[in-house]
């Protein structure tokens, strides 16, 4: 049992261990904070989620897919269908060593379909958090 855990706690460091994480650029922080403020508001969640969320740890509960579709439509990060808008994305990242990979994942994962915009986006943010090499903080 114990090897197992071990087993299990190494991976995910080094899963992890492979992400980059980055301060969001100073320019979209105003728009980017009042949407997410907002949305938190909104659907019922405390400030403290928000830096949980952004470090990709997702929880699927009805108050988080709510959120996530509130905040990506409210900043323009993301569009009505469920996906995100890849060159709005990109643009987070600068010149970024790994600005690629990157764009690789964010168009890989807007190929994901749910059962509506909703759930298509949460699927497509599950996606992106679990391949991006970056991760972003404020």
Do not use: W
């Amino acid at each position: 049992m114990i090897k197992t855990v071990f087993l299990c706690l190494v991976a995910y460091v080094v899963a992890n261990a492979q992400k980059e994480y980055i301060p969001l650029p100073q320019e979209v922080v105003p728009k980017i904070g009042d949407s997410a403020f907002t949305c938190l508001s909104k659907n019922g969640l405390d400030q403290e989620a928000l830096p949980k969320l952004l470090a990709g740890e997702i929880q699927d509960t009805p108050q988080i897919r709510k959120f996530i579709q509130c905040f990506a439509t409210g900043s323009g990060y993301g569009d009505k269908n469920g996906h995100f808008k890849e060159d709005k994305m990109v643009k987070l990242v600068g010149n970024h060593k790994s600005k690629d990979k990157y764009r690789s994942v964010v168009q890989e994962c807007n190929k994901s379909q749910g059962s509506n915009s909703e759930d298509t986006l949460f699927q497509t943010v599950i996606c992106f958090v679990k391949k991006s090499p970056i991760l972003f903080t404020l």
